[in-house]
């Protein structure tokens, strides 16, 4: 399997047709993030396109997957707060969960069942502050890291770490409040 980091090591060495993988690997997930902020995919859009073209351009070196993906994602971030800034709106983040294609052996009535437990999850989530929901976002989401999830939302390791443990606890109980039991959660 193709990864960011082998396509971006060749762009690095000359082949600019890299950039196409590039795009195909993060586009989705950097739009969804991006759109979180500043609720107009069109907007979205830009801005993802522009952080891609600072990669073209600022060229910085990286030996692993996860080092790309989190500098494309604190781009985003960092571009849509200033875009933000100057529309002078503040913005909850509103990620979308991305819906799993169902095995084709599921019944229609476990994927009926999953489907609402997405969007159980997702109104549970809207529910809760935005560094909340950020930190659950590119923890669980997109998989980041500690760490880069900590970069991303400038601010240090034990911080991202202290606050990714009250969003779980508070999206537990607006889940409980809802009627999820233990075995549901």
């Known amino acids: 399997m193709e ?9 690095l060495k000359g082949d600019q047709s890299e950039m196409r993988t ?4 993060y586009w989705d997930s950097m739009l969804l993030f991006t759109n979180g902020y500043v609720h107009n995919m069109p907007d979205a859009e ?22 790309l993906k989190a500098y494309l994602f604190k781009i ?20 979308e969960i991305m819906e799993e294609l169902p095995d084709e052996t599921e019944s229609v009535e476990s994927r009926m069942e999953m489907e609402q437990s997405q969007r159980q999850l997702h109104h549970a989530m809207m529910r809760l502050r935005q560094d909340y929901r950020e930190v659950l976002y590119l923890r669980y989401f997109e998989n980041l890291s500690m760490k880069e999830t900590a970069q991303i939302m400038r601010c240090s390791e034990k911080q991202a770490t ?3 443990y009250q ?15 233990g075995e549901d959660l």
């Open 3 to 11: 990864t960011g980091i082998e396509s971006y090591l060749r762009f």
């Open 22 to 25: 590039i795009v195909e690997l």
């Open 46 to 67: 830009d801005i993802a396109q522009e952080a891609l073209i600072k990669l073209c351009v600022k060229r910085p070196k990286f030996s692993e997957e996860h080092q």
């Open 76 to 95: 985003c971030r960092n571009m849509a707060l200033n875009y933000l800034k100057k529309q002078n709106r503040f913005a909850d983040i509103t990620p």
């Open 162 to 164: 202290a606050t990714a």
């Open 167 to 181: 969003a779980r606890q508070q999206l537990k109980k607006i889940l409980e409040k809802e009627g999820y039991t």
